[in-house]
Structure formats: structure tokens, C-alpha cells
């Protein structure tokens, strides 16, 4: 995921995007329209707004559109002020891990994009909570290109294609149905996390 947003440049072989080389292309001019959400995501000791608003800086959109991604990403403010400093060394307050991953997710919702990238990106959240986010990502991923890695499943039977690696090689490619229509790794990992979202599911 690195590679293809051109954070990392690499080492053998190239990375095309519209059929330019990225190696070749201004990184400003990459990564505009990009917004991502890896799993390894930072806890800046900022404000509560400005811990969302710096995946945009150059936006402006202001203190209402970060509280909106906030929301999308399923984050519970309570007493938690926008202006709250995020950081016990500096007076301000900590938050769970939960937390500060809802904060990531609102950071790449926040960002204007036309090209999202999620990695691992509710490895913190419970598997039964995750599936309200994924359709939260599907519905904000409207008319866009989003691409997701996951070992957790509830998200995929939502998207379009599903590409299965296993030991850095692709095995198996195809819609949620198709895959589980055959034997295979896809349709092991399926039948082995099911009972998680068939359960919420009924719930809903």
C-alpha cells in the first residue's frame, strides 16, 4: 500500500499509476487526491480537531467537517472537547486505542480524496463493531476508487473484486460469492469468522 500511494519508492521493478512511472512523478502531484488509513497510525499531541485536520492541512474545511468525519468514524466525543489537548504530558487527556483509531479513520475521511486506501484500518476495533464502519467506508467510497487490506472479512462481501494473497502471492480472485462458491483459502477464512457478523447481523 505504501508503494502504490508513492510513499515508498521501490527498490526493483515500477509502480505505474495512469500509466506514468511514479518514480517519474512530483510526489505533490501523487499524492494529491490520496487518503489513506494504516494500521500504524500516529497519536499527535494536538488538539482533538487538529489530530483530524492534519491529513488535510491545505483544506481549511474547518472545525464542522471535522467533527462530521468524526461522526463517520464512529467516535464517541461524550465530554470531549474539539479543543482538547490529546496529550497527558502537556495537560491534556489520553484515550484508548479504540479511540485513537476512530481518530485515524476520521483523519482519512477528512482528507478530500478520490482515491482511499485502508490498511488494517479497524485492527483495534471489534470484529462485530468494524462491519457498521466498513458500511460506513462503502456508502463514503461512492463514485470513488478504494482499495482495503484485511485478514478480518466483514468488509469484503461489500466490495466489487476481492484479491486473495497468501505468502506474498495472489491465489485466488474474485467477487465474495465467487470465492465462496469454491474451495479455498478465502472460503476457510469465511466459514472460520462467519459466526462474528451473521450474529450482527440478526442483532440489527
Not at 468524526?70 to 461524550?78: D, M, S
Not at 479511540?99 to 482511499?116: E, P, S
Not at 478504494?146 to 461489500?158: C, D, Q
Amino acid at each position: 500500500m505504501r508503494l502504490l500511494t508513492g510513499i515508498y519508492r521501490p527498490l526493483e521493478g515500477r509502480v505505474m499509476v495512469g500509466g506514468l512511472d511514479t518514480a517519474k512523478i512530483a510526489p505533490s502531484s501523487l499524492y494529491k487526491g490520496i487518503s489513506g488509513v494504516f494500521q500504524k497510525y500516529q497519536r499527535y499531541k494536538m488538539t482533538l480537531e487538529e489530530n483530524v485536520a492534519i491529513s488535510d492541512n491545505l483544506a481549511k474545511a474547518g472545525l464542522d467537517q471535522a467533527e462530521s468525519a468524526l461522526r463517520e468514524a464512529g467516535f464517541e466525543k461524550g465530554s470531549i472537547r474539539m479543543e482538547d489537548m490529546l496529550s497527558p504530558e502537556f495537560g491534556g487527556i489520553d484515550l484508548s486505542g479504540g479511540q485513537w483509531q476512530r481518530i485515524a479513520i476520521a483523519r482519512g475521511l477528512y482528507r478530500v480524496n478520490d482515491f482511499i486506501v485502508l490498511d488494517e484500518p479497524t485492527s483495534a476495533i471489534d470484529p462485530i463493531e468494524e462491519t457498521r464502519i466498513y458500511k460506513q467506508f462503502q456508502r463514503l467510497a461512492e463514485g470513488k476508487c478504494a482499495v482495503i487490506v484485511t485478514h478480518r472479512l466483514g468488509f469484503a462481501k461489500l466490495a466489487d473484486r476481492v484479491v486473495v494473497l497468501e505468502a506474498g502471492e495472489i491465489v485466488d480472485m474474485g467477487t465474495h460469492d465467487e470465492l465462496l462458491s469454491r474451495p479455498g483459502k478465502y472460503a476457510d477464512m469465511w466459514e472460520a469468522q462467519a459466526q462474528w457478523y451473521e450474529r450482527k447481523e440478526k442483532e440489527l
